[in-house]
C-alpha cells in the first residue's frame, strides 16, 4: 500500500511530531520533518554548495530551485501544463524539472566564431566568468576561450554545451538539404 503523503499526512514518520503545520516547516519526502528524521544529510545553505537538481541559473547564476512540499502546492497553472514535469530530489523536495511554459526559445543564427563570442558575452551580462564557470563545472579559462576565439586554438564542446545551458540557451543547426 502506498504510504500516506504530506498533506493528509500531519505527523512525521520518523518522530511523529507535526508535519508542516506553517508553510515555513520543511516536509521531505512528504513523509518527514526535518533531515534528521529522514536519515539524511543536512541540505546545502548555499547555492553553490548544492547539487544541481535542486538548483537552477537566474541571471548568469546558480540560485536555488522552488521547493514544494507536495504535487499540491505546485500551482495548478504549471501542474496541468503537458510541458512541466517535477521531481522528488535526494534532499525530499519536490521540485519542477522542465517547463516550456512562458519561456519561448527564440532561434538566433551564427555565422561566425565571434558572432558565438558575441552571443556569449551578451547573455552573460552581468555574470562573471568564475560564476558561470562554476555553474557550468568548467574552468573559467575555457569560457574566456570561447569568449575570445583564436585560430588554432582548440575547443572542447561539451564546454560549450555546459555554457550555452547555464546561460538558458543551446547550440543548433541550419540545413540545407542535400542533393545527390
Ligand atoms: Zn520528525
Ligand atoms: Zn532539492
Not at 551578451?122 to 569568449?147: D, F, M, N, S, Y
Amino acid at each position: 500500500m502506498a504510504e500516506t503523503l504530506f498533506p493528509k499526512r500531519q505527523r512525521c514518520k520518523a518522530c511523529r511530531g507535526s508535519l508542516g503545520k506553517t508553510v515555513n516547516d520543511p516536509v521531505l519526502f512528504g513523509l518527514y520533518c526535518s533531515p534528521k528524521c529522514a536519515g539524511i544529510a543536512n541540505p546545502a545553505t548555499r547555492p553553490e554548495d548544492a547539487p544541481r537538481e535542486c538548483t537552477t541559473v537566474r541571471d548568469g547564476k546558480k540560485a536555488f530551485k522552488r521547493v514544494y512540499r507536495s504535487e499540491g502546492e505546485i500551482p495548478d497553472r504549471l501542474r496541468e501544463d503537458p510541458s512541466t514535469s517535477w521531481y522528488t530530489c535526494a534532499a525530499g523536495h519536490i521540485h519542477i524539472g522542465h517547463t516550456r511554459m512562458g519561456t519561448p526559445e527564440t532561434f538566433r543564427m551564427l555565422g561566425s566564431p565571434e558572432d558565438l563570442a558575441d552571443f556569449l558575452v551578451k547573455r552573460r551580462g552581468k555574470a562573471t566568468h568564475a560564476q558561470v564557470a562554476k555553474a557550468a563545472g568548467v574552468q573559467p579559462i575555457r569560457l574566456k576561450e570561447l569568449e575570445n576565439p583564436k585560430k588554432g586554438q582548440r575547443v572542447d564542446v561539451h564546454v560549450l554545451f555546459a555554457v550555452m545551458a547555464v546561460l538558458g540557451s543551446r547550440p543548433g543547426v541550419a540545413m540545407k538539404e542535400l542533393r545527390a
